[in-house]
C-alpha cells in the first residue's frame, strides 16, 4: 500500500468520523480521514448529553479528538475537503483539491448543515446557537423556565411546541404568517397554556446573542427570553450519498434516512454511512456510537479477509 492507498477512508470528522477514525486507529488498520472541521454545532457555545463532555466546547471536544487520534500511527488526519468520491469496480477513489486517495471501504460521516439565512428571519442568525436552539434534549434545560418562542410555521411549529412546553410553562409559538389549520391541535395547545402568534415576524432583538424580544409586523415587540426553531432548512454537508442515489427511507422527525443494514453498510459493498449523513440528525453521543460500530464492524469484516480456512 502506498501512502495514497489506505485501508478506511472517512469522510468527515465530526463526532461520527472522528470515533470511527479512533476505534480504526485502535485496530491498527490504515485509516485516512479527511475533515473540513466545520461540525454542524460549531455555532453553538456548548455541547450537552454527552456523558462526561456535557457543556463542552463543540471545538473543544474536535481538539480533543485530534490530539487523542495523534497517538495511533495508522490514522492519517488531513484538513482536506473531499470533493468526489468515485465507485469502482475494486476500490473507492476520493478526490481533494490536493490529492486522490484509494481504499477498499469509505464511511460518510459528512454530516448535515443549517441554512439559517434561509430562514428570511432578520436577527435570527445572531440568536442561533446563543438562545435560539433546533432541539430541546440539546439545550432544553439551559432554557427550563424561561419565556420561550417556538419559530416555525402552520403546521410544525404548533406541534413542537408541544415538546417544548415540557421545559417551561410560557410558550408562544410563532407561525410567522401562516395560519394554523388543524383546529383540534390549536384547542388543544391552548388547554394546555401553549399560546399562538400567526403574525408574520419582523425581526428578532438580542444582545450578544441573548434574544430578548421578537417584533412582529405590526411593531408590537413580544418579550422573549429564547427559543428553539422547528425547521433549521437543513441539508447535507456533501452530498455524497444523494449523487450515488444511494436510497432513503422514511427516519425519523420526518425526515428521509439512507437506508443501511444493521452494520450501517449501504448497499454499495464497503460503503458506509453514519451520524447526521445518514439521518439528518443523530446527536453527538448516538454519532459517536455509530462510528465506534462501524468501525468494530469494519475490522471484522477485514480480519474475515486475510484469514485462511
Ligand atoms: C445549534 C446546534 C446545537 C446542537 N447541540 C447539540 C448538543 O448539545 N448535543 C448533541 O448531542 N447534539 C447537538 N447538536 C447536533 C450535533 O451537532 C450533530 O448531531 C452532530 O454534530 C452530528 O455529528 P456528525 O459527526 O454526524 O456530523 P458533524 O458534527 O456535522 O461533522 C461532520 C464533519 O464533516 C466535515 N465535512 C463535511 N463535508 C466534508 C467533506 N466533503 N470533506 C471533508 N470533511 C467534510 C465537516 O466539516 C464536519 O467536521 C446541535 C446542533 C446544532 C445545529
Known amino acids: 500500500m502506498n501512502n495514497k492507498t489506505f485501508e478506511v477512508i472517512i469522510i468527515g470528522g465530526g463526532p461520527a468520523g472522528m470515533s470511527a477514525a479512533l476505534v480504526l ?8 480521514i479527511l475533515n473540513t472541521e466545520q461540525p454542524r454545532n460549531i455555532v453553538t457555545t456548548h455541547s450537552h448529553g454527552f456523558l462526561t463532555q456535557d457543556g463542552v466546547h463543540p471545538g473543544e471536544i474536535l481538539n480533543r479528538a485530534k490530539i487523542q487520534l495523534k497517538k495511533y500511527p495508522s490514522v492519517n488526519y488531513k484538513l482536506q475537503k473531499a470533493i468526489d468520491l468515485e465507485v469502482n469496480t475494486d476500490n473507492f477513489l476520493v478526490k481533494t483539491a490536493q490529492d486522490e486517495y484509494k481504499s477498499k471501504r469509505v464511511v460518510i460521516a459528512t454530516g448535515y ?8 428571519i432578520d436577527g435570527l442568525s445572531e440568536v442561533y446557537g446563543k438562545s435560539i436552539y433546533p432541539c430541546p434534549f440539546c439545550d432544553g434545560f439551559e432554557m427550563a423556565d424561561k419565556k420561550l418562542a417556538v419559530i416555525g410555521d402552520g403546521t410544525i ?3 413542537f411546541s408541544k ?3 415540557h421545559w417551561s410553562n410560557d410558550v408562544i ?9 388543524d383546529m383540534d391541535l390549536l384547542n388543544n395547545l391552548e388547554k394546555n397554556g401553549i399560546s399562538i402568534i400567526e403574525k408574520k415576524i419582523r425581526k428578532l432583538l438580542s444582545k450578544e446573542g441573548k434574544l430578548w424580544g421578537i417584533e412582529l409586523e405590526d411593531n408590537s415587540i413580544i418579550e422573549r427570553e429564547g427559543g428553539f426553531l422547528s425547521d433549521t432548512q437543513s441539508v447535507e454537508s456533501t452530498n455524497f450519498a444523494q449523487k450515488l442515489a444511494l436510497p432513503t427511507e422514511p427516519g425519523h422527525f420526518g ?3 439512507y437506508k443501511v443494514d444493521e452494520n450501517k453498510e449501504t448497499e454499495i459493498r464497503g460503503l458506509f454511512i453514519i451520524g447526521d449523513a445518514r439521518t439528518g440528525w443523530s446527536g453527538v453521543a448516538e454519532s459517536v456510537a455509530e462510528g465506534s460500530k462501524v468501525a468494530a464492524v469494519i475490522t471484522h469484516q477485514i480480519i474475515d479477509e486475510n484469514w485462511i480456512d
Open 255 to 257: 425526515m428521509e434516512t
Open 113 to 120: 448543515r443549517d441554512n439559517i439565512d434561509q430562514i428570511g
Open 163 to 165: 415538546t417544548i412546553a
Open 173 to 181: 409559538a410563532f407561525t410567522n404568517g401562516e395560519q394554523v389549520a
Open 25 to 32: 486507529g485502535r485496530s491498527r488498520i490504515k485509516t485516512l
Open 157 to 159: 411549529a404548533p406541534m
